[in-house]
């Protein structure tokens, strides 16, 4: 039996070690590898005990010994150090300052409010399941580091996601630890009395779901964590933040509610409490998230007297939504009854009609609730997160804007990016430098063999650590320690390390590699040039298909005659992942194209040197270069799924045999793989500054931050004028627009001649504007190829500009050389648009 400990830091440490409480509730620590050290310092065998983890050390280091570096002044000079340099890290303009003090730049918003259903900031705080919870961690960080006014908001999980093991037959098997929030990283929000500040949320029937809420302190970034695990609940409502993706539907929409809904009031509170401005600008991080949407609608409803309509132009003014997937499995969706219970009475949104609600979240099927449709309704700029996952977006998500070509459809991009200083080993940093700035890699002064030493003490520390784990997973599935000398000798520090790490949905086909498992058995156990495998992953609770995959794995791994060279790890998180990413010399990622979103482990890999060897989807699609790794080739137009899986699996090991090994054992007289070498130096140059949180979060600034931060401006100033005005000109378009008419559209080309691409030629048109004024409309030329059915493609569009009683024109220089054709149209013309598609209307001749 073992009792849930309760501990207060600040209270047990000496008075001169203060500063200790905060440098270990500061999450800065986590990417701050000084503030290791100084607290590895403090005890080297508990400090590894616990698994690097500030709080759990300070609990557990003996008194004595805290007395004794209390008045150790080496270790107090050390302590005022650090200390010194977080209190400048927090205080000290950064990026964000010096833009927003440039008098000519943008309107940068005082504060931005980012929902996420989960947050993957450190294994010390386990509150994610897998890439878009580590993905918002990284975004968090690197905020910080930008000077970014961030204020983070989601929910604390009891027990996190889950953590797994392995049955002895390699099923895999899921443990809920239940956390304790006193013994996490964390702050109690609570009254100047000390008394817990609760959100409150109606619920059906006149009940109550109640919250507190919990701060993390992530450098500058504040982060709001929901719990509703308190005494005030009832105890199905104590169960809303049981675990992430844990339950039914229900369940989800109790969560999503209490995120988005009393989220939005945890932000309110939390700036009234501390004087922090109140965000301009709201980013919903995937569609879970989305009721915040909601939530500021009434806020404005109730609180400013505006209307539905008014309301949500305004609150879709500052809003940003990011959508992360384009599995359609992987949108949340809901049974619009299921809404309607919760959003029917009114009581949880006073003054929102259930009608309007419903509408946003309308999709092809009329018994579901779609939050990433509500999610782009009530957004007016939302991104996907890759170059590639933005285009299939906008095919995916197109019926939306109908009557626009897909290339028109307002979702842009923001390739993910990761956060440098979390990933990158800290030799790595001090052999090569900032990736972000002109470091020593870039102009070659790191010889290869002192980089090639650095791999391979990566590599080797890898090897430990497969060591470690394989052993400790057999234990726990049963073996006795006697019967597991073997695992001390399994992987080799000189064998070529292939890394395949993520979690098990279908599409990321977790046993391509099993394909032809002959063939996976030759490349392992090749006499020259052997490779072993790595390979970790979750399978989501209710997924046994996903279970069955992971199956597969383990009992290949398990045959005595490969296992020296591949393994399987149990309970894939960050605290394993990292030294995955340090250690592979390649990482594997083999998705069915184009589902993977993005994909930001291999951008991790890169930052330590690793190689990428992956299908061209994600991010991988628009920065493999040809000689940073490998593309695997995809069967594209191949639809039979076994036939795919059979043609990329067979490209997958040609590559590996004849490219990757060769290429690896091909040494110099000094044991250096020069060629290998070469790869890894162009990656760590060309991709380490691409690859960046930072660069992300600059991009998610200045195309999406600052500008919603100027429309929410001009969408609530003198009493929300535009907002208002936006709402009765939709009002006025829904009534006219019906009759708009494009009436005739013609080109003035001169008799007898062949124009010339480039030529200027005059296109004119007239437009029944059936009662609107010139002012409500933009009227625009289009030019473009022309198939045999008149449709146009890679087309160039021009505005038109009125020439008298609905007669427009504009000469429009010829894009293309062959068969062109040329159209006019029409489409709603208003300030506080930020695309003229927006709206989804237009009127085609
Ligand atoms: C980076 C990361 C992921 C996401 O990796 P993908 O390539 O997007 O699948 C998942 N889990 C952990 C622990 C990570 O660090």
Redesign the pocket.
């Known amino acids: 039996m073992r009792a849930v400990r309760r501990f207060t830091v600040r209270a047990g440490l000496p008075a001169p070690l203060a500063d200790l409480g905060t440098l270990a509730t500061n999450l800065r620590w986590t990417w701050h590898p000084p503030t290791q050290d100084l607290f590895a310092s403090v005890d080297r065998g508990v400090w590894e005990r616990v698994g690097g983890d500030p709080l759990h050390l300070l609990a557990q280091v003996p008194a004595e010994r805290l007395e004794a570096l209390a008045a150790d002044e080496d270790f107090l000079g050390r302590l005022a150090g650090v200390s010194d340099d977080l209190r400048r890290y927090l205080g000290d303009p950064r990026w964000y300052q010096e833009r927003a003090a440039d008098p000519g730049g943008a309107r940068m918003p005082a504060a931005i409010a980012y929902f996420s259903m989960e947050f993957?900031v450190t294994e010390a705080l386990p509150n994610y399941s897998?890439?878009l919870g580590?993905l918002a961690g990284d975004h968090l960080k690197a905020a910080s580091d930008l000077g970014v006014p961030l204020i983070a908001v989601g929910l604390l999980y009891r027990s996190g996601y889950f953590r797994q093991s392995l049955s002895l037959d390699g099923w895999q098997v899921e443990h809920y630890p239940v956390l304790d929030p006193n013994g996490l990283p964390l702050e109690l929000i609570t009254e100047p009395s000390g008394a817990p500040i609760l959100v409150h949320v109606a619920m059906p029937g006149g009940r109550v779901l109640r919250a507190r809420i919990w701060k993390a302190q992530v450098g500058r970034v504040p982060l709001l964590l929901l719990d509703s695990d308190i005494e005030e609940n009832a105890d199905d409502l104590r169960a809303v933040t049981d675990r992430l993706y844990g339950g039914d539907q229900d369940h989800r929409i109790r969560q999503e509610i209490l995120a988005g809904i009393g989220g939005v009031r945890a932000v309110r509170t939390y700036c009234e409490l501390t004087g922090v401005a109140q965000p301009e600008v709201f980013h919903t991080n995937e569609g879970h998230a989305g009721f915040l949407g909601l939530e500021r609608v009434r806020e404005l409803v109730s609180g400013q007297g505006l209307d539905f309509d008014q309301a949500l132009s305004a609150v879709r003014a500052g809003t940003v939504f990011t959508t992360h997937t384009p599995v359609p499995a992987g949108i949340d969706r809901f049974p619009v009854d299921l809404v309607q219970h919760y959003f029917g009475d009114e009581s949880l949104l006073p003054g929102v009609d259930l009608r309007r609600v419903l509408a946003l979240g309308a999709e092809d099927n009329p018994g579901m609730f779609n939050m990433a449709h509500m999610g782009l309704r009530l957004a007016q700029r939302a991104n996907g997160v890759s170059q590639l996952h933005g285009a299939v977006s906008r095919e995916m998500f197109g019926g939306l804007w109908p009557g626009f070509d897909t290339g028109e459809v307002p979702i842009s991009s923001v390739t993910n990016g990761?956060h440098g200083p979390t990933w990158t080993a800290k030799e790595m940093t001090e052999l090569i430098g900032d990736p972000e700035g002109p470091g020593p890699i870039a102009d070659s002064s790191v010889p290869d063999a002192d980089l090639w030493a650095l791999r391979c003490a990566l590599r080797g520390r890898l090897v430990g650590e497969v060591r470690r784990r394989v052993r400790a997973a057999w234990l726990q599935r049963g073996a006795s320690a006697l019967e597991l000398g073997w695992t001390d000798s399994i992987f080799d520090q000189d064998v070529l390390t292939v890394g395949f790490a993520?979690?098990v949905p279908t599409y990321k086909r977790l046993t391509l590699m099993l394909r032809d498992p002959e063939r996976l058995r030759a490349l392992l156990l090749h006499p020259e040039r052997p490779v072993q495998l790595v390979v970790a992953g979750k399978s989501h609770p209710a997924d046994d298909g996903g279970k069955a995959l992971i199956q597969q794995i383990v009992r290949f791994a398990d045959d005595a005659g490969v296992r020296h060279r591949v393994v399987f790890l149990p309970d894939?998180?960050?605290s394993m992942?990292r030294y995955l990413y340090w250690g592979c010399d390649v990482w594997l990622?083999n998705p069915m194209r184009p589902l993977e979103a993005?994909?930001?482990?291999?951008m991790?890999a890169a930052l330590n040197g690793g190689l990428n060897l992956s299908i061209r989807d994600g991010w991988w699609d628009e920065f493999y270069d040809g000689s940073n790794g490998w593309a695997i080739p995809t069967a594209d137009g191949v639809h039979d799924p076994i036939r795919r899986d059979d043609l990329e699996a067979a490209a997958l090991y040609e590559l590996l045999g004849s490219q990757v090994a060769p290429l690896y054992y091909d040494r110099d007289q000094a044991g250096v793989p020069t060629r290998w070498m070469a790869m890894v130096r162009h990656t760590l140059a060309a991709l380490g500054p691409q690859v960046q949180a930072s660069r992300m979060v600059r991009e998610y600034v200045e195309s999406a931050y600052a500008p919603a931060a100027t429309s929410g401006a001009l969408a609530v100033a003198d009493g929300f004028t535009a907002a208002k005005d936006l709402a009765a000109y939709r009002v006025r378009l829904a009534e006219a627009w019906p009759r708009v008419k494009v009436l005739d559209c013609e080109l003035a080309l001169e008799e007898n001649t062949t124009p010339v691409v480039g030529d200027r030629v005059a296109v004119r048109a007239l437009v029944d504007l059936a009662g609107l004024s010139p002012d409500d409309v933009e009227v625009q030329a289009v030019a473009g190829r022309v198939s045999d059915t008149d449709d146009l493609s890679d087309v160039v569009t021009a505005t038109m500009a009125p020439v008298g009683e609905g007669r427009y024109a504009v000469e429009l220089p010829l894009p293309h050389a062959g068969a062109l054709g040329v159209t006019a149209r029409v489409l709603p013309k208003h300030r506080l648009l930020a695309t003229p598609a927006e709206l989804g209307r237009v009127v085609l001749a």
């Open positions: 993957g897998g890439g580590v990761v993520r979690r894939y998180d960050m992942a990622n993005c994909g930001t482990s291999g991790k």
